[in-house]
């Protein structure tokens, strides 16, 4: 591949210049490879919550209180100890890459199970770090074998009556993968509240981490073969990292008095200038279409003019419920004004579509933020559409029912604190200097 990009961050300044294409591939790219090593090691508890669980009895999840059964076990006034010992058992060799910390002054913890400890099954980031907590609570509080059970409880939720530990201490992005829908699909079981509040709702930033972790599951689901492989780096560099300041410029000019219209003309004019596109006939109509020599870079401005027509049409409303719809119509747009096909050759519109109707008609459950990559309606564009439903929901003032504030606060307070998931584009710049 002889592209070479520059990289901007999520305010117009340049981070990297002359990277070639290579060094953002989920396969080479450092930071990213952290980033999805983080991802599937790291775990957010909420020590409070569950030092209540265990006075009320409330141990087993929504509606599972086992009145009477309540211990005085103090895991707050414990949770320096809790912590040391959770970290001493976790930990594999003396300078592995194991990290506990506390924070919110002792009423969260911070998990990072070593990566010595996975060998077939990400899982263990999860149980791995329930583990180690059970036992430390029970040692470092005196339990007795007869309350020993409660501590398991509480820690391990409903498992293993039932395998998903929704209601266990420690949550992780990723979900277990009984509830992945195919191979390949871990990175992509990712609500996008959780991406938003990790990224503390800043648009930009959200959608490159969403997108990161989407294309990471494309190399991982085989769909990076060959001369596909190509393609998805464009994508992800001009939509998710914001490659030669394409995704900021859009939404500077159109940010004020612009519609979604408005940033499709524009990346259109952008897409000529910068000789993507070209002229191939007039009609008699006076309609002019539009061809392209290469079809893989034009696909990415497409992708990047969807985020940027997203992040517009959402903010001038402040909602994230029209996204669904703002894709739809940029995609159709792009169409129209250049007889080429949009965003991920077609399939972006085709599922919003399907994710228009999940989440505003006859179903109407959710709403964007409770969706992902794994999800039935959303799962056909490979990589590209999330990232714009994170954005929404970064721009979204709390309009919805699900808000990451009311379903992610714990991720956002916990796993925010991770530089790389707090910076993506910072850090993927990084890395990317790293192996030019």
């Not at 340049?14 to 930071?31: C, H, I, M, T, Y």
């Not at 430390?136 to 020993?148: E, L, P, Q, Y």
């Not at 997108?211 to 001369?227: D, H, K, S, V």
């Amino acid at each position: 591949m002889a592209d070479e990009i520059d990289l901007y961050d999520d305010r117009g300044n340049v981070l990297a210049k002359g990277v070639p294409l290579e060094a953002v591939s989920p396969l080479r790219n450092p930071a990213i490879r952290k980033i999805v090593s983080l991802t599937v090691r790291s775990g957010a508890i909420d020590l409070a919550g569950l030092d209540k669980k265990l006075k009320t009895g409330a141990i087993a999840g929504k509606g599972m209180i086992i009145r009477g059964v309540g211990r005085d076990i103090d895991v707050l006034g414990n949770a320096s100890e809790i912590a040391k010992q959770v970290e001493d058992m976790l930990r594999v060799e003396p300078d592995d890459d194991t990290k506990v910390e506390l924070i919110a002054g002792g009423k969260r913890m911070l998990t990072q199970v070593p990566t010595a400890r996975i060998l077939s099954d990400y899982s263990v980031g999860q149980t791995a770090a329930m583990g180690a907590l059970t036992h430390a609570i029970i040692d470092v509080c005196n339990v007795s074998m007869w309350d020993a059970p409660y501590v398991h409880a509480a820690v391990w939720g409903m498992y293993p009556e039932d395998p998903d530990t929704k209601d266990g201490a420690v949550k992780m992005l990723v979900d277990l993968p009984i509830k992945n829908e195919g191979p390949g699909f871990v990175l992509r079981n990712i609500p996008v509240n959780h991406l938003a509040a990790t990224v503390r709702k800043r648009a930009l930033q959200g959608a490159a981490l969403t997108m990161i972790l989407e294309e990471a599951a494309q190399f991982e689901m085989g769909n990076c073969m060959g001369p596909h492989e190509r393609g998805h780096l464009l994508d992800l560099a001009y939509e998710g990292l914001n490659a030669n300041n394409l995704v900021h410029d859009l939404i500077k000019e159109n940010g004020k008095t612009g519609t979604l219209a408005d940033v499709v003309y524009s990346l259109v004019e952008r897409a000529k200038e910068d000789g993507v596109i070209k002229p191939l006939k007039k009609l008699s109509s006076g309609f002019v279409v539009y061809d392209a020599d290469d079809m893989q870079l034009w696909n990415a401005y497409a992708c990047a003019g969807m985020l940027a027509a997203v992040c517009v049409n959402c903010a001038s409303m402040r909602a994230g419920q029209p996204v669904p719809s703002n894709i739809m119509y940029a995609c159709e747009l792009m169409e129209q004004e250049t007889g080429l096909p949009g965003p991920d050759f077609g399939m972006c519109q085709g599922t919003s579509v399907s994710s228009s109707f999940f989440s505003h008609s006859i179903y109407g459950g959710g709403g964007p933020g409770v969706f992902y990559g794994n999800h039935i309606v959303t799962r056909h564009a490979k990589g590209q559409f999330i990232p714009c439903f994170c954005a929404a929901m970064c721009i979204d003032a709390d309009t919805m029912y699900f808000t990451p504030a009311r379903t992610s606060a714990l991720y956002g307070e916990v796993l925010g604190a991770i530089p790389e998931f707090a910076e993506p584009m910072k850090a993927v710049a990084e890395g990317a200097k790293e192996i030019m």
